[in-house]
């Protein structure tokens, strides 16, 4: 296991403040022996209700990590909007600009298998009442971070606005490009650190330069379109049990573009469940941006956090404190 004490050192030292804006989902999750073909009904274990959402869970790492964290986003008045703020206040995250709105709480619907793999639906619920107008009226928030976190769980207008507030305020804007689909390019414009897997990049980039990136570890035509054609100089590339790469391009001089890329190695782990843990990465990646950690270093704190999360069942459910990832990431035990 790699030594990350510096790293969670500068962690608990030095915290910075995220803000993330967007969903918080009730998980509805159950678990069977393998995922249903089309057309197939199958048996499931016991439903559980869990606290998730992209945002929330994303918000949730931070705080766990010691990182202040605010999260803008709305619930339903009902039990699973309340399960959902009990959570992320238990996480220490500040939930003042949690609205409760009319439509019931947003809920995913989650199949894990028994090999961990899993697939979702979403229902917005709430979630679709955060829109640009939203985001404006609480504008402040965002400006107090040092980062910003967005994915597409939202309307796009509100992913929008919140990156325009953050950029006019010199605050970094993280942002996934999930669940993947066509969005503004006046937002690729906004990013500063772009988070995508395989194939949310080739969305951007084309597979062809994706495929030469994950086979032979020469992302320079993924990063070079990157920076031409929407001006995002650093990315983090997550390739699941292959950890994930952080390509990073420099200014383009006599016609081209340097471009470094540095593996990040996966931790092992005994995988239970990976619901979330792409948040979990993504979470830990904004703290340890907004502590003053290089994004380098950053991804290697979020690839032992999301590792330790691999190893709990749920979302939320399963991210640990600094202390439970630190000692994790040291011992290879989960506590």
Request: net charge negative; aromatic share 2%.
């Amino acid at each position: 296991m790699p030594d990350l004490d510096p790293l969670f050192d500068v962690l608990a030292s030095s915290p910075g403040k995220v803000c993330v804006m967007g969903s918080a989902n009730a998980d509805l999750t159950v678990r069977v022996a393998s995922l249903p073909k089309p057309g197939e009904t199958i048996a499931g274990g016991p439903l559980e209700v869990l606290p998730g959402g992209k945002s929330a869970n994303q918000a949730a790492t931070v705080g766990r990590l010691g990182v202040a964290a605010t999260f803008l986003g709305a619930v339903g008045a009902d039990p699973n909007g309340a399960l959902l703020r009990d959570s992320l206040v238990d996480a220490g995250v500040d939930v003042s600009h949690l609205a409760e709105a009319a439509e019931a709480t947003g809920t995913a619907m989650i199949l894990v298998d028994d090999e961990a793999e899993n697939c979702i639906v979403i229902s917005a619920g709430a979630n679709g009442t955060v829109d640009a107008g939203f985001v404006r009226d609480r504008g402040d928030a965002i400006r107090a971070a040092g980062v910003l976190g967005l994915c597409l769980e939202v309307a796009d207008d509100a992913v929008v606005e919140a990156a325009r507030i953050a950029r006019d305020a010199g605050v970094t804007v993280v942002f996934n490009l999930s669940p993947v689909r066509d969005v503004p390019a006046d937002l690729l414009e906004l990013v500063d650190v772009l988070i995508v897997n395989e194939h949310e990049l080739a969305v951007l980039v084309g597979s062809a330069a994706v495929e030469e990136g994950a086979e032979s570890g020469d992302w320079s035509d993924a990063a070079t379109a990157l920076a031409a054609k929407h001006d995002i100089r650093t990315a983090v590339v997550t390739l699941g049990g292959a950890g994930s790469v952080v390509v990073e391009t420099g200014a383009e001089e006599t016609g081209e573009r340097s471009v470094t890329a540095t593996l990040v190695e996966p931790l092992p782990v005994d995988v239970v469940d990976t619901t979330g843990c792409g948040d979990s990465y993504m979470g830990s990646l904004m703290a340890g941006l907004a502590s003053g950690l290089g994004v380098r270093d950053a991804a290697r704190v979020a690839a032992a956090v999301s590792a330790y999360a691999a190893g709990g069942a749920g979302a939320q459910a399963s991210y640990g404190s600094a202390a439970q990832v630190r000692e994790f990431a040291g011992t290879g035990r989960r506590g």
